[in-house]
């Protein structure tokens, strides 16, 4: 089997403003790192967010860390994080500690 990976990425509503108006995570998952950025950037420029996020950094950060991590905060408090994390779709098998028969 191909393995294949693909991107999760995360929005974490987090902070104090999040115990008036409890949300919960919103999981998206993409099959291409610039398509899933697009997007990502895309919503928050319509929702009236400012885009801190770039191609550049988050590929970096991936290699890196194994994930990016970005906050978004208005007047000092924090109301969600966007995680951004490769998975592996179809990973390879393995024997499970078993050991071939004598």
Not at 27 to 56: H, M, P, R
Not at 93 to 101: A, F, H
């Amino acid at each position: 089997m191909k393995q294949q990976t693909i991107y999760e990425v995360a929005v974490i509503p987090i902070g104090s403003l999040n115990t008036i108006r409890e949300k919960e995570t919103i999981l998206s998952y993409f099959s291409n790192l610039s398509k899933c950025l697009d997007q990502v950037i895309a919503s928050l420029v319509i929702n009236g967010w400012e885009s801190k996020i770039n191609y550049t950094a988050v590929y970096r950060s991936l290699k890196e860390k194994g994930k990016y991590v970005a906050e978004f905060k208005i007047a000092n408090n924090k109301i969600f994080r966007i995680v951004i994390t490769p998975r592996t779709i179809n990973p390879s098998l393995t024997m499970l500690g078993i050991e071939e028969k004598p």
